[in-house]
């Protein structure tokens, strides 16, 4: 874990309502350059809503997002720069069904980066050598198992050279044994001192690759530390009642 002093990414206030559902009611972190921040919670506290407002997949409500200290949300604000710099990967993969597992590493590359046909090449089989996945090249994705498409959707979204790596519970929809695999590529990209975000299940795997962990509850952060802190000292009620449910992992 090689997180610098550097804050990369400022949440301030932020609020989020669908019609009268207010989903988040009051959002505030930093993330530094090269951290490992993971959200846990319970289902329908806000993890994901707070991940999809970050990728602005969802309008905030209200609140700040800075980004290298510039707000995002301002109406002077290029959203394209940042969305380029900020990747995603997906609970259900999302690759493209008609392409093969080397163009859907490419094309983004070519149409946002605009990156030569060669240069998208090189750089999509590096990253798919790196997630096990670079024997698969010319395979569609419905030939694949979850496990393998989940690991080319990393690839793909490491391929865009992003900033900052956000993942929405990428195991969820994976049957049990294909997710080690997984984890076992996040925890080798942790390792190589990329800033991620990620929404996750998977207690073990918080409590092992975090360099600070949030726990969402209702709409805001009820606690927030290192591991060590939060599963071993938890200081609220709810974190202690739904790490509970873990100890035994």
Same mark, same amino acid.
């Given at each position: 874990?090689?997180?610098?002093?550097e804050?990369?990414?400022?949440l301030?206030?932020?609020q989020?309502s669908?019609?009268?559902?207010?989903?988040?009611?009051?959002i505030?972190?930093?993330?530094?350059?090269?951290?490992?921040?993971?959200i &846990?919670?319970p289902? $329908?506290?806000g993890?994901?809503t707070?991940?999809r407002?970050?990728?602005?997949?969802?309008?905030p409500?209200s609140?700040? &997002?800075?980004f290298?200290?510039e707000?995002?949300?301002a109406?002077?604000?290029?959203?394209? &720069?940042?969305?380029?710099?900020?990747?995603?990967?997906?609970q259900?993969?999302?690759?493209?069904e008609?392409?093969n597992v080397?163009?859907?590493c490419?094309?983004g590359?070519e149409l946002?980066?605009? /990156?030569s046909?060669?240069e998208?090449?090189k750089i999509?089989?590096?990253?798919l050598?790196k997630?096990?996945?670079?024997e698969?090249i010319?395979? /569609?994705p419905?030939?694949?198992? $979850?496990g393998?498409q989940?690991?080319?959707?990393?690839? /793909?979204? &490491?391929?865009?050279?992003?900033?900052?790596?956000?993942?929405d519970?990428?195991?969820?929809?994976l049957?049990?044994?294909?997710?080690?695999?997984?984890?076992?590529v996040?925890q080798n990209?942790?390792?190589t $001192?990329?800033t991620?975000?990620?929404?996750?299940?998977e207690m073990?795997?918080?409590?092992?690759?975090?360099d600070?962990i949030?726990f969402i509850?209702?709409g805001?952060?009820?606690?927030?530390?290192?591991?060590?802190?939060?599963?071993?000292?938890?200081q609220?009620?709810?974190?202690t009642?739904f790490?509970?449910?873990f100890q035994?992992?």
């Amino acid at each position: 874990m090689t997180a610098t002093n550097e804050t990369i990414l400022s949440l301030k206030h932020l609020q989020k309502s669908f019609g009268e559902h207010q989903v988040l009611r009051d959002i505030s972190l930093d993330i530094k350059r090269g951290e490992i921040a993971t959200i &846990i919670g319970p289902s $329908g506290g806000g993890k994901s809503t707070t991940l999809r407002c970050i990728n602005l997949l969802e309008e905030p409500t209200s609140g700040e &997002i800075a980004f290298h200290g510039e707000n995002v949300l301002a109406s002077s604000y290029n959203r394209n &720069i940042y969305r380029a710099k900020v990747g995603m990967v997906f609970q259900q993969f999302d690759l493209f069904e008609n392409k093969n597992v080397l163009a859907n590493c490419m094309v983004g590359q070519e149409l946002v980066l605009k /990156r030569s046909k060669e240069e998208a090449r090189k750089i999509a089989f590096k990253n798919l050598e790196k997630v096990g996945m670079a024997e698969y090249i010319n395979a /569609r994705p419905n030939q694949l198992s $979850g496990g393998q498409q989940q690991r080319v959707a990393i690839a /793909r979204a &490491i391929s865009m050279d992003p900033e900052i790596l956000l993942f929405d519970e990428p195991t969820s929809a994976l049957d049990p044994e294909m997710v080690g695999e997984v984890l076992s590529v996040m925890q080798n990209l942790a390792n190589t $001192g990329l800033t991620m975000i990620i929404v996750t299940h998977e207690m073990a795997f918080a409590r092992d690759v975090s360099d600070q962990i949030f726990f969402i509850s209702d709409g805001i952060i009820a606690e927030q530390g290192n591991p060590d802190q939060l599963f071993n000292h938890p200081q609220n009620e709810k974190t202690t009642k739904f790490l509970s449910n873990f100890q035994n992992n």
